[in-house]
């Protein structure tokens, strides 16, 4: 007797064509109801619920209920707190269950390759670390509403520039440590309920038809059992996408790809039984969201989520620069806000993440609020990015007036979106000049920065004595700048990306966007800080910096090396006047590794709120996979053994303590054959002493003691070098030793 699952019975009783229709959509945004399958509803995602009412589309074009719109992950990514983002998960989850959505599609955790990419807004981070950790959060807060996740955009979808059909380009170890590392960590930890592939290719296939990427890693190795889903519109060659493990095509086809899923069958060109994993995983999908929205569908309290909307904000913004403590400004001095962006807030991208707000609050109005005062304000520049002579002069005259100068610069919401790249990094011209004349007005100024990707700052860094990274922080961010600026909320958000002097100083800068149909990661695993940090290249604020309106130092680190990885102690103290939370950050480090690794890499980080004058001490937990690097000779993740250095810091470049550590390795031996170098016989544990023994003779004694010599030799191919004159063994003997020592070693 066979035993079936409920979704193989709900599926067992279908025709060939009911099981086909399943695997597409009915419409935009639900599944094909058959019998005993009942439709679900699929919506963007990821800071809110975008479920339309009317019309329907998926750029955002046609209207949807309002839904509350938490920062994009831009903002999230960098308030690296771990239980924010649960918390904020939780709220999305009931959100959706109250309009009846059964899966949220997000997070999105692609990799920032580039500044240009007309997506990072939606996206958490330039590490992998940050992205899948945060991610995780997300997606178990969510998920424990009984609403389904969908992550995405599965894989290496980094550019926006041709992306229904680019190949991202990459080698097998940026591969997997820094673009697939963030997925492993999500599906591995949480199980998302679906997991969207990208529109891209991957080193020429498409992603919705790639079995090495869909079958052979997401569900093989990492042990996803939930479904698969096609980015809108992704799916190429639906026979070839549904036998590569993607289970479910969005949108509907009209009925077109069902008929050739079915034709397939019939023509023997597919087995019917690739059908039924498919079919059978929608329906396992189904009977999940049918048990999450049994749960409750209570309406959500509004109120509650926007006042978690603008915690979120502003434990997200990052407090770039302060001399002199200009910030926090207090209520009773005389200030000045300038710029359109305070009164008309940009506070998400453009696409299919756009949310309609259930309400949206300004920083001009906020701040008026908080203060109780009828601040002067001044447009400066208008929204389609003109200043006038006129605006100038009134932003110069209000900013003269005023002890402090609140100046809102940022990226012009035309120019981020969904579906193309920026051009480059730059804040407007016109803005520019209103900064210098307000500066020049007053050079007590505080820049607050509205954009999705980071700009170049380096322009005026120097000249200006404070500034605010606002990112795009939802419908609450008004009121989250306000309590930043104020004090209410100490900041505490830490860069999850680096922000660079110069465009041109950026990882991917010469094949960004690529050519002719091909992208190539030419900088491989040197993405983010681990480029800048490599190169030693100046930033104008590195990866993990953020400042607060208090200080912390801290004591001398220790590191615990266990069998399942590392635990790092350090004591932090507030040594300010305020309460405020640090981000203790772990990077670690192999000096001497034989691979190419990045000096510091992120392998842990805990959020602390302290108050003024408290100690504590922080314990980061490091897992050992974090320590490894895919090894492409045995297709593993590997650990070196060796001193393995770790590094407390305030940022990847404020380095406040460091410790090391011996790490046992994992023991790694590599198949050797006729092409095996002579070192790496000698390095083999099996071959090496036979090999070593044999040299040792008379005619090649020399070698093994002059040391130039063996460096020239050690390289050789030994199949090669077997047959030379005078070689104390031949081809045919180094073949029966390598046979005998892979076998020892299999
Ligand atoms: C986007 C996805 C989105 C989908 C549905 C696509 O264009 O890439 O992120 O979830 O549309 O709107």
Redesign the pocket.
């Known amino acids: 007797m066979t035993s079936t699952t409920p979704s193989e019975s709900a599926i067992g009783g279908l025709t060939l064509e009911q099981k086909a229709g399943l695997t597409s959509g009915a419409d935009?945004w639900t599944t094909k109801a058959v019998p005993g399958v009942p439709s679900i509803m699929?919506?963007?995602?990821?800071h809110g619920v975008?479920k339309q009412r009317a019309g329907s589309d998926?750029?955002?074009i046609a209207d949807s209920v309002p839904a509350t719109c938490f920062p994009p992950a831009v903002a999230l990514g960098s308030s690296f707190d771990v239980a924010l983002l649960e918390r904020v998960g939780v709220a999305l989850g009931e959100e959706a269950r109250s309009e009846g959505v059964g899966v949220l599609?997000?997070p999105?955790i692609n990799i920032k390759r580039s500044p240009l990419c007309g997506?990072n807004f939606?996206y958490l981070s330039e590490d992998p670390l940050v992205s899948g950790v945060l991610a995780s959060a997300l997606v178990r807060g969510l998920q424990s509403q009984g609403v389904g996740a969908?992550l995405?955009?599965f894989a290496a979808?980094n550019q926006e520039t041709d992306?229904m059909r680019v190949s991202a380009d990459i080698d097998e170890r940026p591969l997997r440590e820094i673009y697939l590392r963030g997925f492993q960590r999500v599906v591995e930890n949480e199980q998302p309920w679906t997991v969207?592939c990208?529109?891209n290719k991957l080193n020429g296939v498409f992603t919705s038809q790639n079995p090495w990427l869909l079958n052979t890693v997401l569900r093989d190795e990492w042990g996803f059992t939930g479904l698969v889903v096609s980015?809108?519109?992704?799916v190429s060659d639906r026979v070839a996408a549904l036998a590569a493990g993607l289970d479910l095509e969005?949108?509907s086809s009209n009925g077109k790809t069902d008929a050739q899923i079915v034709a397939a069958v019939q023509a023997g060109g597919l087995a019917e039984s690739v059908v039924d994993t498919a079919a059978s995983r929608v329906a396992q999908l189904v009977a999940k969201v049918v048990a999450g929205a049994g749960a409750s569908d209570a309406p959500y309290d509004a109120e509650a989520h926007h006042a978690l909307a603008r915690e979120a904000a502003a434990a997200s913004i990052v407090l770039l620069k302060n001399e002199s403590d200009l910030l926090p400004v207090s209520v009773d001095t005389s200030v000045a806000i300038i710029g359109e962006l305070a009164r008309t807030p940009r506070y998400q991208g453009a696409?299919?993440?756009l949310i309609n707000p259930t309400r949206l609050d300004n920083a001009l109005a906020e701040i008026r609020g908080l203060t109780g005062r009828e601040i002067p304000f001044a447009a400066g520049y208008g929204n389609d990015g003109v200043a006038s002579e006129a605006q100038l002069q009134e932003a110069a005259a209000v900013a003269s007036a005023a002890d402090v100068a609140l100046l809102f610069l940022g990226v012009p919401a035309e120019q981020e979106s969904?579906?193309f790249d920026r051009e480059d990094i730059e804040l407007p011209a016109a803005q520019l000049q209103v900064l210098d004349a307000v500066l020049a007005a007053n050079p007590r100024t505080v820049v607050i920065l509205s954009n999705g990707g980071v700009v170049r700052l380096s322009g005026f860094v120097d000249r200006v004595p404070a500034i605010v990274e606002g990112w795009l922080l939802g419908q609450a961010g008004g009121g989250a700048v306000a309590d930043v600026l104020y004090g209410v909320t100490n900041p505490s958000g830490r860069l999850a990306e680096t922000i660079p002097v110069r465009l041109q100083d950026s990882p991917a800068f010469l094949d960004f966007g690529g050519e002719h149909g091909h992208a190539r990661y030419g900088e491989g695993i040197f993405v983010g800080y681990r480029w800048y940090d490599a190169r030693d290249i100046a930033v104008s604020f590195p990866f993990g910096h953020g400042l607060s309106y208090t200080t912390f130092a801290y004591s001398q680190a220790s590191a615990a090396v266990d069998a399942d990885g590392a635990t790092v102690r350090v004591r932090v103290t507030n040594t300010g006047s305020r309460a405020g939370a640090d981000v203790v950050q772990v990077y670690v480090g192999l000096p001497g590794s034989q691979v190419s690794r990045a000096q510091r890499a992120l392998v842990g980080f805990a959020k602390v709120a302290l108050a003024a004058g408290d100690s504590q001490d922080v314990e980061v937990r490091i897992d050992r996979e974090d320590l490894a690097y895919w090894e492409t000779r045995v297709g593993n993740w590997i650990v070196e053994s060796g001193e393995y250095e770790f590094s407390v810091g305030a940022s990847s470049r404020d380095i406040r303590a460091s410790v090391t550590a011996q790490v046992e390795g994992d023991a790694v031996v590599i198949p050797l054959s006729l092409e095996s170098s002579i070192g790496e016989m000698i390095a083999h544990p099996v071959a090496g002493p036979i090999i070593m023994q044999s040299l040792a003779g008379e005619e090649t004694g020399g070698l093994l003691s002059d040391p130039s010599m063996f460096k020239m030799m050690e390289s050789f191919p030994i199949g090669r070098l077997a047959s030379f004159p005078g070689m104390p063994v031949d081809e045919q003997q180094v073949a029966q030793l390598i046979a005998m020592s892979n076998a020892q070693h299999g």
């Open positions: 935009f699929l919506t963007d995602g990821p975008r998926h750029l955002g599609l997000g999105g997506r939606e969908s995405k955009h979808n992306r969207m990208s529109y980015d809108w519109g992704a969005m949108p696409g299919s993440s969904e579906g």
